[in-house]
């Protein structure tokens, strides 16, 4: 990896780390048993005393604006690296521990990465056969950068979409290797602030007036365009490595990588991204409480065998024998500060429990008429957090009685809609990733025998061909009726065999093949390629057209 390292730099980013573990702990107790996440709901209250989170004086400062985005925060939730780390460690447990979190995942990847998307390298000028050696050239090194760097079936493509919809970011460092591009992930916590270190990179790059905040560096005029990320790899805040963000022509002469920033749920403004499940963090975390406890409740109550009602005993004798039953004690923490000691049962198949006299057997919630409120409310959490993805309760509870698919990704539902959208956001920064891997090339010179420049190579490529990518298709739809309004599209000349056959996910040269080696074996002609077609078509006109003219000619 050719990258300079600002090393041995003793700088103090931030004395944080003591704190993210704190909330690390809160939130596994919350998982648990106990406490909760942050709620955003929390910043919209007003506040006690009339000062809000500024320190000023207002009445609902919490929900105010007018500083919200200033320098790249998204304030009230986040004004500080620090901040913004600990939500992200927050979504991060969640989206990895609760089970409806998962799910979640889960269903957007199989709906919006599934099998892969494709990629190829086309000409902007159809018909144009002047540039087909750039073109095969650069459709190769593409195809050698994904199998290379594992890029497809569930490599950094899903990589990429998962910790994006996680941490709300993800990023991808690029660099010139020895046989290629060399890609890699870098996680979130890795690019972080470092602004001595800034400053350094700054006198190197001879660039002035820049901001590092976040680990983002950009003008401070203008906090929408990056201009690169400071990484530490280790955590260690002594050993910084910096990427830039665009023109890899600058990056070769300074000896520096590139990286790309995938960010979501935020606008253009705010430097760093926000988890998707930031907003429905303490929902799941409720609901899988729920759940935990009606199972644990129930099975519990299943294990009781019946119930003995003492006729003659006292309280006295009955705390006696009760406590004699107890096979395991533990301290905890009081409310006032102190420790008090609670003891338990396990309750174990067959278990018979005796009641006092002048006492009645009263069941618990899971042993009531009450236990049916529960899944209702449960089912209603589902359909709220669902709605977060547009996304029906079944996919995400498991609950068969709700399952409506069909209706679900029928092409005008929200459902498919939503998805449709997310491809084409992936698909914009996917593009933009294989551009930066196309300069990388650039620089080094690999394109100068086609005419493309080492310095501005990206741009006169970009000026002769595209990157086209096609997406998994999310709708359900009718196969026979797709499959007509295909063959009038290439009856028509519209749709081409080729990408019919892509698009049902056939390799056309394959396809060819195994049709030759099939009229072969049935001792009939072998069916023409689409080019063939086309050279036998043109042929077939010029003939008709040579007898035309001499039948003119020579009546």
Known sequence: MTAFFIGRTEV????HQDAILEKRDQLREALGGGGAVTDPLDYLTPTWGGVDWRGESSG??????????????????WYTWMMHSIHREECRMVATVASMASAVKDRLEDY?????FSYEVKSKERGNRRYDALIDQLQADMEEFMDRN???EGGLESDLHNGSREDGEAFLALSPGKHGVDARIIEPEYCCEGEHVGRDVDNKLGLKGTSWRYGVQNLESDVTKPLGYLVDWSESQTDYQYFMAENAA??????????????RNVRQPVKRGMSDFFNVAPQIVQDAKLIRNMVHGASNQAAIAWIEKYVEASQQQMAVEVGKLADHKRNMKSSGGGLREESGRTVRPGTVLSVTKGKDYVPGPMGSDRNAGFEIVSSLAARRIGAKWAMPEFMISGDASNNNLASAQVAEGPFTRAREKDQRFYSKHFREILWKMFDIYCAQGRYQRYGIDSEKGLSQLKQIVLIDIETPEVAQRDRKEDAEAKEIMHDSGVLSADTWARQAELDPDIEDENLRTEGKQLG????????EQHVAQYAQKTMWDFWDQQAKDYP
Request: glycine share 12%; proline share 4%; charged share 15%.
């Open 12 to 15: 103090t980013l931030h004395s």
């Open 524 to 531: 009939v002609a072998s069916p023409l390629t689409e080019r």
């Open 150 to 152: 594992g890029w497809a």
């Open 60 to 77: 609902w400062g919490r929900a105010s604006t007018n500083l919200m985005y200033q320098g790249g925060d998204f304030r009230p939730f």
């Open 112 to 116: 919006v990465i599934a099998g892969g």
């Open 250 to 263: 600058k990056a070769r002469f300074h000896h520096v990588a590139m990286a790309h920033h995938i960010k």
